[in-house]
């Protein structure tokens, strides 16, 4: 059974960078479809990005496009997300999912990494 645990999240200043990590266990997840996920209290869940074992990526909206960046090692089994050009929105909870084939459904969740971005 597949286990992901995000972490990396923290405390940051508008305009800064922080990276995200999320590392799978107890299977690889070389084949999986990977995906970061944000949640701010009272909204409900955001896409964020995700990328295909082969490296296709794909992004929620144009502004995490222009300011984020999703990748993966599946030698390591993790997934990264670089974040820069933070902004007070993207506050939120950060998580990590994994879907497997062959439904692609997301059906793995980390417990999430808090990301705050002050003003």
């Known amino acids: 059974q597949v286990q992901l645990i995000e972490s990396g999240g923290g405390l940051v200043q508008a305009g800064g960078s922080l990276r995200l990590s999320c590392t799978a266990s107890?299977?690889?997840?070389?084949?999986?479809?990977l995906a970061w996920f944000r949640r701010a209290p009272g909204k409900e869940r955001e896409f964020v990005a995700s990328?295909?074992?082969?490296?296709?990526?794909?992004y929620g909206t144009r502004s995490l496009k222009d300011r984020f960046t999703i990748s993966r090692d599946n030698a390591d089994n993790t997934m990264y997300l670089q974040m820069n050009n933070l902004k007070p929105e993207d506050t939120a909870v950060y998580y990590c999912?994994?879907?497997?084939?062959?439904?692609?459904?997301?059906?793995?969740w980390g417990q999430g990494t808090q990301v705050t971005v002050s003003s």
């Open positions: 999912a994994a879907a497997a084939p062959p439904t692609m459904a997301y059906a793995t």
């Open positions: 107890g299977q690889t997840v070389s084949n999986y479809r």
């Open positions: 990328i295909e074992w082969i490296g296709t990526t794909t």
